[in-house]
């Protein structure tokens, strides 16, 4: 299975009618995973770099809600950039993928969905030590 097919994008239906737009996500549903914790990324400029690594047990989706980002994205053999720039468009990262969102807009706003509480232990933030636990040496 390559990358693009491990991580895909997700696209959320768009309920809006002339009051506005509306975007549901449901956890188990929408997403493949039921969602433990909701956090969000702003006022980061195009110079930062978040993330930065790869979690053991949680799964992610992360969404542009407004502005955009990119998402550099790693299973250590091969690697995609998402640019993220639509909020009824998500990127799904499931657990042992590596991760560096960058390039915010000024008005960025990412939201991420995770299917976990969390739990500092379970992050990789080395990325040397990110391809030794992936390549199993």
């Not at 989706?61 to 299973?75: F, H, M, Q, T, W």
Request: hydrophobic share 35%; with cysteine.
């Amino acid at each position: 299975m390559n990358l693009r097919e491990k991580c895909p994008i997700i696209h959320f239906g768009d309920l809006g009618d002339e009051r506005g737009k509306l975007v549901v996500i449901e956890g188990g549903q929408a997403i493949p995973f039921e969602i433990k914790r909701v956090f969000y990324i702003y006022d980061s400029d195009a110079t930062v770099v978040r993330g930065q690594h790869a979690n053991r047990q949680s799964e992610f989706v992360l969404i542009n809600v407004a502005g955009s980002s990119k998402v550099r994205i790693s299973d250590g053999e091969e690697e995609i950039v998402v640019e993220l720039n639509r909020p009824m468009t998500g990127v799904y990262i499931p657990r042992m993928i590596w991760k560096d969102m960058y390039d915010f807009s000024e008005d960025s706003i990412l939201l991420v969905l995770a299917s976990t509480h969390y739990d500092g232990a379970e992050y990789i933030r080395s990325y040397e030590e990110y391809l030794k636990e992936v390549k199993g040496k």
